[in-house]
């Protein structure tokens, strides 16, 4: 089962994650409209990786954020990925990717979720749809 912590951190991470990707493929982008709906998605990201920090915080929890591994790993096969292929619709494509990983984890850990504090439910239900309004967002740019 996961608790209020433990959903927080998902949160974080996720949240630290759809920055990653999305600052990974910016500078590959050469559609101002595709560039700017992923800034959009950076702005939801940031709110929501600091709202679940400043929660954490609150609870007095360190932060579990994402290893300097994983953000290398990720730069380096966006970099390899886009040297095959850096249209706009391969990008959507690869955010996509991105988000339907963030939705299943997210869905997992709501799933498991057995705390009871509405603030933490509430922003697990507000990054799962985020993930999934990205989804749809992308999807427009195939």
Request: hydrophobic share 35%; aromatic share 4%.
């Amino acid at each position: 089962m996961t608790n209020d912590i433990e959903m927080l951190n998902c949160v974080l991470q996720n949240a630290e994650m759809g920055c990653q990707g999305i600052t990974s493929v910016r500078k590959s982008l050469k559609d101002s409209k595709v560039d700017g709906v992923l800034c959009e998605h950076l702005i939801k990201y940031g709110k929501l990786y600091h709202c679940a920090n400043k929660m954490l915080q609150n609870r007095g929890a360190k932060p579990h954020r994402v290893s300097n591994m994983t953000k290398t790993m990720t730069r380096y096969a966006a970099q390899r990925d886009l040297k095959r292929d850096s249209s706009s619709s391969h990008i959507a494509e690869m955010m996509i990717k991105g988000n339907t990983m963030g939705v299943n984890k997210m869905s997992r850990k709501i799933r498991e979720y057995n705390g009871n504090d509405p603030h933490v439910s509430l922003l697990a239900k507000r990054m799962l749809e985020t993930e999934e309004e990205n989804i749809k967002e992308m999807s427009a740019f195939l």
